[in-house]
């Protein structure tokens, strides 16, 4: 069964720093791209990069380039989104998922992780 | 960046109704279109892909079509699980989602 589990909620303090993780099971993690997707409280979906963790071709939104970072790590399959220096508009639940089988880059997302709530606040 | 817009924002519908939204992209994208529904406080379900494809498990009540600009996602009789948010994506270049449409019940 493909699994993708997030790692839990989170509050931090502006200028702080944050790396959340998605462990992958169920598939080979080396064969498929991993994006994340941002969802602001009561709004839509934002896509915000992905990853193939086979050789680390890493794809950022122009949106998001340069304010996060996304990395994988093959020895335990797991994938990461970080900041640097959160601010209080970082403040969503953040979503990792895993493409279709497509060859196409970027692709639809056929399987998620629960999510994982950052809330960042004085 | 190519923006995807959703109509309508909100739909009111009864259950055994015949539901269809539509997104439209501001250039063409060709078939790469998805649509996802999302249940309040839940991640999001892979509808559809490639604008017509039905992922694995998804009820046939959903079919999606269209191509290039203009996409509709139709949902034949509006079961009691289906309402909640419903959105387009486009992967033609980078991603983009639609704002979403609401699925209300009337």
């Known amino acids: 069964e493909v699994q993708l589990v997030q790692s839990g909620a989170e509050v931090k303090k502006p200028g702080e720093s944050l790396k959340i993780s998605c462990k992958v099971s169920?598939?080979?993690?080396?064969?498929?791209?991993i994006g994340w997707v941002r969802q602001m409280p009561g709004k839509g979906l934002e896509w915000m990069g992905i990853i193939y963790p086979g050789d680390s071709d890493t794809r950022y939104s122009p949106s998001f380039q340069g304010q996060v970072t996304i990395s994988a790590d093959k020895s335990i399959s797991t994938a990461y989104l970080q900041w640097s220096s959160l601010k209080a508009s970082d403040t969503a639940m953040y979503y990792c998922a895993r493409h279709v089988g497509d060859v196409v880059v970027p692709s639809a997302m056929s399987h998620w992780g629960q999510g994982t709530l950052v809330t960042v606040s004085s | 960046d190519i923006q995807m817009t959703q109509s309508p924002s909100t739909l009111s519908a009864s259950v055994g109704d015949r539901v269809t939204i539509t997104c439209r992209a501001s250039q063409s994208i060709s078939s790469w279109l998805a649509w996802y529904q999302q249940h309040l406080g839940k991640a999001p379900k892979l509808l559809i892909y490639k604008s017509s494809s039905l992922d694995s498990g998804v009820p046939s009540r959903f079919s999606g079509s269209g191509s290039g600009t203009e996409f509709t996602l139709t949902i034949s009789s509006l079961q009691p699980d289906d309402f909640a948010t419903y959105y387009c994506?486009?992967?033609?270049?980078?991603?983009?989602f639609g704002q979403g449409t609401k699925v209300e019940i009337k």
């Open positions: 994506q486009q992967y033609e270049s980078y991603s983009t």
């Open positions: 169920g598939f080979s993690f080396t064969s498929y791209w």
